[in-house]
């Protein structure tokens, strides 16, 4: 749970990680949803169109679908490209971890005051350097497929 009225160096410095991983989890998962859209519409668009058009004497038409056909490819080389997905699920994996260690520290800091530096040291700080260490692992990883795919 957010708490503003704590103003601990600490604190302050986990929410603001929280609101980046927050954006950026926003981000991928609105670009993963809208390219799902997208792939829907575009497969339903060229099934009409393909079903309108009748015979494939038409040039116009076959072109329209080859336009179409050709967005959907790019659509989805796209998506797989850059792993949408995966981004999308790596940091909202992140955002839960570090709520639930936000949660921690202010059950904590509001109920065992006199035990919060010891916590801060002993539990939470620690699960806090795991929790960015396997996160940037997590994103390595997923870069250098990246650049493998890139290279093929």
């Not at 991928?28 to 497969?43: D, E, M, S």
């Not at 801060?120 to 396997?134: N, R, S, T, V």
């Amino acid at each position: 749970m957010k708490d503003s009225a704590i103003d601990d160096a600490f604190y302050k410095q986990l929410q603001r990680d929280i609101d980046k991983i927050d954006e950026k989890a926003d981000l991928y998962r609105a670009i993963y949803y809208g390219l799902r859209i997208l792939l829907i519409f575009l497969a339903s668009i060229i099934t009409v169109i393909s079903g309108w058009g009748g015979n494939a004497e038409n040039p116009c038409i076959l072109n329209i679908i080859l336009v179409l056909g050709a967005s959907s490819t790019a659509a989805t080389a796209l998506d797989t490209l850059f792993q949408v997905e995966t981004k999308k699920n790596t940091y909202r994996l992140m955002l839960v971890e570090l709520r639930d260690l936000r949660s921690e520290f202010v059950f904590y800091y509001h109920h065992q005051r006199t035990d919060l530096e010891i916590a801060l040291k002993e539990k939470i700080f620690p699960k806090y350097q795991a929790i960015k260490a396997i996160s940037k692992t997590l994103l390595e990883n997923e870069n250098e497929n990246e650049a493998a795919k890139k290279a093929t």
